[in-house]
C-alpha cells in the first residue's frame, strides 16, 4: 500500500490550537511519514481566509524538506495570478535545491473572487498570468538565460534536479485541459470529466496518450479503534471544511461537489468524510487493484492530538498488512 498527505492548515477558532502549534506538528507528521515510506505530501495556497488557510506554501515545504530525506514534496496548487514570476522561480529553484530535487509544482488559476480583490488582480487576466507564469517557470528552470517581458533574464542558482521541477497544471474546464496539454508537464484536473480534454489535445499535438485518467475520489478517511466516537470527535472539523470550500466555490458559481450543508448528520450522509477502523480500511485497500490512499490529518482544524490517533492507527494496524 503507498499513502500521501496532504495539508492545508485551516484552524477555526473553536479548534483551540495556535498556528504555531498547527505548523509544528505538520512539521512532526511530515518526518514521521517519511521513515513509514510515504511516497508524497501535499501543501495548498488560499488567501485572506478567517481560518488562517495556508497562504505561503513555500517556507513549510522548506522546513519538512529539511526533516525528511525521501518523500516528495508538491505545491498543490500554486495561484498563479497572485505570484510574480520571476520570485517564486527563484523560490522553487532554492527549494528544489534545498529537497534535493523532490518538489514539483502544480499550476492553477484560483477561483475565489475575494482573493482576486485582495491582490487587486482582475479575474479576467487568468489565463494570461497562468500562461505566462508556467511558461517562465519551464524556462526558468533551464537554468539558461530566457526572454521576460521584453528583457534577458537568468535564474540563478540552477535546480538541482534537471529541468527544475515539474510544472503540472490544474483545472476544471476545457480550456485548462487543452492548454495543460500544450504547455505543461501534465494535468491534475479538479473534475475528472475534463480529463478527456486534455488527452484529445495531448493526440493531436502528437504527444504520448496518457491512457485513462487514473486520479482517485477527494474523499477523506480517518481511522479510529471506535468509528462512532471517531465521527463524533471529528465530524465538526470535517463540516468546517466542507462548508468553507461549499461557501467559496458557492459564491464563485463552481459546479462542483462542495456544497455547504446544516449538521454532521447531513455532511455523514453525503459520505465526503469517512472514518473507519484499521481492519475495514485494510479490506478496502486490498480490494483495490492499486492500493494508495491520501490522508488529510489536519483537515478541517482536526488538533493535533486527535490527528496523531488516526496515524498512529495508520502506522500499527494498517501499514503492516501490507509488507
Known amino acids: 500500500m503507498f499513502f500521501a498527505l496532504r495539508f492545508d492548515f485551516r484552524n477555526p477558532a ?19 511519514a517519511d521513515g513509514l515510506g510515504c511516497v508524497n505530501i501535499a501543501v495548498s495556497e488560499h488567501h485572506g481566509s478567517a481560518d488562517g488557510y495556508l497562504p505561503s506554501p513555500v517556507p513549510i515545504l522548506a522546513a519538512m524538506a529539511a526533516r525528511t530525506t525521501n518523500v516528495r514534496f508538491t505545491f498543490a496548487a500554486l495561484i498563479a495570478p497572485f505570484h510574480d514570476p520571476l520570485r517564486i522561480a527563484e523560490d522553487l529553484v ?28 482582475p479575474m479576467s ?10 511558461t517562465t517557470l519551464k524556462a526558468a528552470f533551464t537554468g539558461e538565460p530566457f526572454e521576460f517581458r521584453g528583457r534577458t533574464v537568468q535564474i540563478t542558482p540552477a535546480p538541482f534536479q534537471p529541468g527544475g521541477p ?29 480529463w478527456e480534454f486534455y488527452r484529445d489535445e495531448m493526440t ?3 504527444k504520448p496518450d496518457p491512457g485513462p485518467h487514473l486520479g482517485g475520489g477527494t474523499g477523506i ?26 461557501a467559496w466555490q458557492s459564491e464563485d458559481g463552481l459546479a462542483t461537489g462542495y456544497r455547504t450543508v446544516t449538521d454532521t448528520d447531513a455532511l455523514r450522509s453525503c459520505d465526503r468524510y469517512r472514518v473507519m477502523t484499521p ?5 478496502e485497500m486490498k480490494m483495490a487493484t ?10 478541517g482544524g482536526i488538533p493535533p492530538g486527535l490527528a496523531w490517533e488516526s496515524l498512529r492507527l495508520l502506522e500499527h494496524e494498517v501499514l503492516p498488512s501490507f509488507r
Open 166 to 194: 515539474m510544472v503540472l497544471m490544474g483545472g476544471s474546464s476545457e480550456p485548462a485541459a487543452r492548454r495543460a496539454a500544450r504547455i505543461g508537464d501534465g494535468f491534475v484536473p479538479s473534475e475528472p470529466d475534463v
Open 125 to 134: 487576466e487568468r489565463s494570461r498570468r497562468v500562461i505566462e507564469l508556467v
Open 221 to 246: 478517511v480517518a481511522l479510529a479503534a471506535d468509528p462512532e466516537k471517531g465521527w463524533e470527535q471529528l465530524a465538526p472539523y470535517f463540516l468546517h471544511e466542507n462548508n468553507a470550500y461549499g
Open 14 to 32: 473553536f479548534a483551540g490550537t495556535s498556528i504555531a502549534d498547527r505548523y509544528a506538528a505538520a512539521l512532526e507528521m511530515a518526518e514521521w
Open 94 to 121: 532554492v527549494l528544489d535545491n534545498l529537497s534535493r530535487g523532490r518538489i514539483d509544482v502544480i499550476v492553477g488559476g484560483g477561483y475565489a473572487h475575494r482573493e482576486f480583490e485582495m491582490f487587486g488582480v
Open 204 to 206: 493531436k499535438l502528437g
Open 279 to 283: 481492519d475495514d480500511f485494510v479490506a
Open 290 to 299: 492499486f492500493p494508495f490512499a491520501v490522508f488529510h490529518p489536519l483537515c
